[in-house]
């Protein structure tokens, strides 16, 4: 299992950082949907702008905090693995670029990422999967 919940975190930190290199430079409107490369100094739907270090901080103390719970949990390495897969991939761009990289846009709600996806799935999972302990 604990391979497993490795690759998982992979997957999801490659896939994250894949794409939003390939994006970068690519702006297209599909009607309903677009791709629309944006930098977001914030989290949580623009929340908390230009507070990087204290996110930076936060995302290591949770980083911890889940690994540790994980440890003892490892039944859920699914919604483990995309949690932290995508704590990782938003982690990465906030310290090397400063900002998270988003560029999918629904136009209905708030331009996202694909570690945003991971982590909203992955505490779904985890929210779902403890509570039938």
Do not use: C
């Not at 299992?1 to 894949?18: E, G, H, N």
């Not at 490892?74 to 998270?100: A, P, T």
């Not at 982590?119 to 779902?128: H, N």
């Amino acid at each position: 299992m604990k391979y497993k919940f490795l690759s998982i975190t992979a997957i999801i930190v490659f896939l994250d950082q894949l794409t939003k290199f390939l994006f970068k430079n690519v702006h297209k409107d599909f009607g309903f949907f677009s791709i629309n490369y944006n930098l977001n100094s914030g989290a949580l739907f623009g929340m908390f702008k230009g507070m990087n270090l204290v996110l930076i901080f936060l995302s290591l103390v949770i980083f911890f905090f889940l690994l540790r719970y994980y440890y003892k949990n490892k039944e859920h390495f699914i919604g483990f693995g995309l949690l932290m897969g995508g704590l990782l991939g938003n982690l990465i761009d906030r310290v090397f670029l400063g900002n998270v990289v988003d560029f999918l846009d629904f136009k209905v709600w708030p331009v996202f990422n694909i570690a945003d996806s991971a982590i909203v799935l992955g505490v779904i999972i985890l929210l779902f999967g403890l509570r039938k302990k």
